[in-house]
């Protein structure tokens, strides 16, 4: 999409700089083998590629096709029980995948339940393998944005150590690294309000906090359902972003509450922002400047003239712009609950696409955009979606192009261009 992001070829060369590509999108979430077992007549899914960090790489990956797929990071621990059609199936994604064997456990492997209501239930089956800010190369270390799912206080552990870590790199021109966007995905065990103080004090370090529905209502005490209906609570989700918003004011983060059916719920502080002046801009000192303290016949029309004069005579004013912050629901891409198959790893998905949006630039609400879209082509099957090429070669997951979708999606939400 982006040809200004597309990865340079890979040289071999591996030292403190950006390595072989440039990666816009890194993902600490655990790759799962999973078993989903689904209401009778249903019959259970075995060996299915699942975890938050399969489904975020696979939403970023989605809108990045070959040579742009190699900016996608992830890791995965391969135990000794490791399907090979799985270890098939994750290469051909063509990604920066950081594959390691090891041969002396069990992969990590977890069982999914659902009832009538598409509520989830889930457990570890074998022994889990969290990643840390170690497991990261110097390459990996270099990503535009990183997805984490975990707790507050592992949160700010992991933003804290891949700073660190980053400190002593550069980017392939020997330039300083920007700035990473940090995408924080609760866990759901501990989105209580006892954790709210911590999820609180989380909050100025990362860029998004993204629960689903159910945990943001965790967080308040509250359902997030609405009474009558038991539907998820439109209201509820606002009400609920209105309280986080209000307790850390803040301009630097923003709130995306997945919600299911309901699409999702994006919240951001207003404030003033300043218009940047142009690299190497100086301002010429006024050359008649007056002094000495205020008397009554100072004629201050004149005296804040001179403070405001600018090099052609003329007064000049700083020009403060006003963000309006941001309140909007994004719905979800499928209308038709039809279309839904398995929802397991949609939000996660969601969070892919959303990172990879924003780390090539775009505004919050486009992004929100990418995720949506992602999330549509996750949910459409058990596992994940098909990978292949149409007629033209164009690469096709379920036999769509994925920009296409994007495209009639942005049309049917009327976003201008950012």
């Given at each position: 999409?982006?040809?200004?992001?597309e990865?340079?070829?890979?040289?071999?060369d591996?030292?403190?700089h950006?390595?072989?590509?440039?990666?816009?999108?890194?993902?600490?979430?655990?790759?799962?083998?999973?078993?989903?077992?689904?209401?009778?007549?249903?019959?259970?899914?075995?060996?299915?590629?699942?975890?938050?960090?399969s489904?975020?790489?696979?939403?970023?990956?989605?809108f990045?096709?070959?040579?742009?797929?190699?900016?996608?990071?992830?890791?995965?621990?391969k135990?000794?029980?490791?399907?090979?059609a799985?270890?098939?199936?994750?290469?051909?994604?063509?990604?920066?995948?950081?594959?390691?064997?090891t041969?002396?456990?069990?992969?990590?492997?977890?069982?999914?339940?659902?009832?009538?209501?598409?509520?989830?239930?889930?457990?570890?089956?074998?022994?889990?393998?969290?990643?840390?800010?170690?497991?990261l190369?110097?390459e990996?270390?270099?990503?535009?944005?990183?997805?984490?799912?975990?707790?507050?206080?592992?949160?700010?552990?992991?933003?804290?150590?891949?700073?660190?870590?980053?400190?002593?790199?550069?980017?392939a021109?020997?330039?300083?690294?920007?700035?990473?966007?940090?995408?924080w995905?609760?866990?759901?065990?501990?989105?209580?309000?006892?954790?709210?103080?911590?999820?609180?004090?989380?909050?100025?370090?990362?860029?998004?906090?993204?629960?689903?529905?159910?945990?943001?209502?965790?967080f308040?005490?509250?359902?997030?359902?609405?009474?009558?209906?038991?539907?998820?609570?439109?209201?509820?989700v606002?009400?609920?972003?209105?309280?986080l918003?209000?307790?850390?004011?803040?301009?630097?983060?923003?709130?995306?509450?997945?919600?299911?059916?309901?699409?999702?719920?994006?919240?951001?502080?207003g404030?003033?922002?300043?218009?940047?002046?142009?690299?190497?801009?100086?301002?010429?000192?006024?050359?008649?400047?007056?002094?000495g303290?205020?008397?009554?016949?100072t004629?201050?029309?004149a005296l804040?003239?001179g403070?405001?004069?600018d090099?052609?005579?003329?007064?000049?004013?700083?020009?403060?712009?006003?963000?309006?912050?941001?309140?909007r629901?994004?719905?979800?891409?499928?209308?038709?609950p039809s279309?839904?198959?398995d929802?397991?790893?949609?939000g996660?998905?969601?969070?892919?696409?959303?990172?990879?949006?924003?780390?090539?630039?775009?505004s919050?609400?486009?992004?929100a955009a990418?995720?949506?879209?992602?999330?549509s082509?996750?949910?459409e099957?058990?596992?994940?979606?098909v990978?292949?090429?149409?007629?033209?070669?164009?690469?096709?997951?379920?036999?769509?192009v994925?920009?296409?979708?994007?495209?009639?999606?942005?049309?049917r939400?009327?976003?201008?261009?950012?």
């Open positions: 999409m982006d040809g200004q992001n990865p340079k070829p890979e040289s071999g591996e030292g403190s950006a390595g072989s590509h440039e990666i816009d999108f890194v993902t600490l979430g655990m790759f799962i083998i999973d078993e989903i077992e689904y209401l009778p007549p249903t019959p259970p899914a075995k060996d299915i590629l699942g975890g938050a960090g489904y975020s790489a696979l939403g970023a990956r989605l990045s096709p070959p040579p742009l797929s190699r900016s996608v990071g992830w890791i995965i621990d135990g000794s029980d490791f399907p090979a799985l270890e098939d199936l994750i290469i051909s994604w063509e990604t920066s995948v950081l594959m390691r064997p041969p002396d456990r069990l992969t990590t492997r977890g069982w999914n339940g659902y009832d009538e209501h598409q509520n989830r239930a889930f457990r570890y089956t074998t022994a889990k393998k969290r990643l840390t800010a170690e497991d190369t110097p990996l270390l270099t990503a535009r944005s990183f997805h984490l799912i975990c707790s507050p206080n592992r949160c700010r552990e992991l933003v804290t150590e891949v700073k660190a870590r980053r400190s002593g790199l550069c980017n021109d020997g330039g300083n690294l920007p700035k990473p966007i940090f995408i995905e609760p866990v759901p065990d501990l989105c209580t309000p006892d954790e709210l103080l911590n999820c609180t004090n989380t909050l100025p370090l990362i860029d998004i906090i993204s629960p689903n529905h159910s945990e943001l209502a965790g308040m005490g509250d359902s997030g359902l609405d009474p009558e209906t038991g539907e998820i609570s439109t209201r509820a606002e009400r609920a972003c209105e309280q918003l209000g307790s850390m004011p803040l301009q630097s983060f923003a709130i995306v509450v997945r919600a299911g059916e309901k699409g999702c719920y994006l919240a951001r502080n404030g003033r922002k300043r218009k940047v002046r142009p690299a190497g801009h100086q301002r010429k000192k006024p050359s008649s400047l007056l002094h303290g205020l008397r009554p016949d004629d201050m029309e804040f003239a403070l405001l004069q090099p052609e005579g003329t007064i000049a004013r700083e020009e403060i712009e006003v963000d309006p912050g941001v309140e629901w994004i719905p979800a891409y499928h209308a038709d279309k839904v198959v929802p397991t790893g949609g996660n998905t969601f969070l892919g696409g959303l990172a990879v949006g924003l780390a090539r630039g775009r919050l609400e486009e992004a990418y995720g949506s879209v992602a999330a082509f996750a949910i099957q058990v596992g994940p979606p990978l292949g090429k149409d007629e033209d070669g164009r690469e096709t997951w379920n036999g769509v994925v920009d296409e979708r994007f495209e009639e999606f942005k049309t939400l009327a976003f201008r261009e950012s």
